[in-house]
């Protein structure tokens, strides 16, 4: 734990306000000789409150506008030859459900990423999500905090929306983008892309994705996350009848996950998981740098200021 100021820059602030202060000072000398001169009674202890709020709150302004903060580091050890990026599939149709009220598919598909994530726990991790272009959220990170926070926090059906608004709007075939816009670091030599989609995908080139993605060394896992009967509500539990499932879905994930590495349905996630693991194997963990925590204490110190400025404030008013 270590103490820093990010804005030291700020502490010239005390500078400027010790100018007037100084006068205080010289006033404040003048009346004691005045009163020295007259006979008059020193008023004491009381009499050096206003001088001393007002250096303590210019102090605590000054403090504060250095931005201090206390910083926490702690060694964060992780996988340096492997590195696995979730994509969760958040276009409309993973809001289906059996029925309103029931887990959607997009919530299914966040409770499997979260199950990887623990299963994997020494494999840097990112996370994307997936409609008719692919955005990544976290690059591959030893930090499980962040990728859980992306996960809970950032991802949601349809956010941001996608490019075109057809009933059908998602396309596996964006997942080549994985490689061409290099998700993975250079430095992976075992590089895993898992998947959760419904596979309710426009038509895309098969063989142009299987391509790419081998040319970049990365093995990929699907997850059809899907079942029969299910449709997306809308307000007050409707059904949107713009929605049609796609019973060939299925076939689409398994042909596309035999070529690319392995496909599972939902009910299939442990032997998923378990192949992921095969997968990446063991390798050298290796300490991978300090990661920081901070905590701000500037918005402490300015409330801390209020107390000396509410002294004068008072003793002007009611003194």
Not at 123 to 149: C, K, N, Q, W
């Amino acid at each position: 734990m270590s103490f820093e100021l990010l804005t030291p820059q700020g502490a010239a602030l005390g500078v400027l306000v010790a100018l007037p202060l100084a006068s205080l000072l010289r006033s404040s000398r003048r009346a004691a000789r005045a009163r020295d001169s007259l006979g008059l009674a020193d008023p004491g202890p009381a009499g050096a409150g206003p001088p001393v709020a007002l250096v303590a709150c210019a102090g605590l302004l000054a403090l504060a506008a250095t931005q201090p903060v206390i910083k926490e580091r702690e060694s964060v050890s992780a996988r340096s030859d492997a590195e696995a990026i979730v994509v969760i599939d958040n276009s409309r149709s993973m809001l289906a459900a059996a029925d309103p009220g029931e887990a959607t598919r997009f919530e299914r598909a966040l409770e499997g990423g979260a199950r990887l994530a623990e299963a994997l726990p020494d494999v840097p991790l990112g996370l994307a999500s997936m409609t008719d272009r692919i955005l990544p959220h976290v690059f591959p990170t030893a930090r499980r905090e962040v990728y859980f926070a992306a996960l809970e926090r950032v991802l949601a059906v349809e956010q941001p929306p996608p490019g075109t608004r057809d009933v059908q709007i998602s396309s596996l075939g964006v997942l080549a983008e994985v490689a061409r816009a290099e998700f993975f670091s250079p430095e992976s030599e075992r590089r895993l892309l898992f998947v959760f989609t419904d596979g309710e995908s426009r038509p895309f080139g098969e063989a142009a994705l299987e391509q790419t993605l081998a040319d970049a060394g990365i093995e990929t896992i699907l997850v059809h996350v899907w079942e029969p009967g299910e449709t997306v509500f809308g307000p007050g539990g409707r059904p949107e009848l713009a929605y049609v499932p796609n019973a060939a879905s299925a076939q689409v994930v398994g042909e596309l996950g035999s070529a690319l590495g392995g496909a599972f349905g939902e009910d299939q996630l442990d032997a998923a998981i378990q192949a992921a693991q095969d997968y990446l194997g063991t390798g050298p963990v290796e300490n991978v740098g300090r990661e920081v925590g901070a905590a701000h204490l500037a918005p402490w110190v300015v409330l801390a200021a209020l107390a000396p400025l509410g002294f004068l404030l008072w003793r002007r008013n009611f003194a």
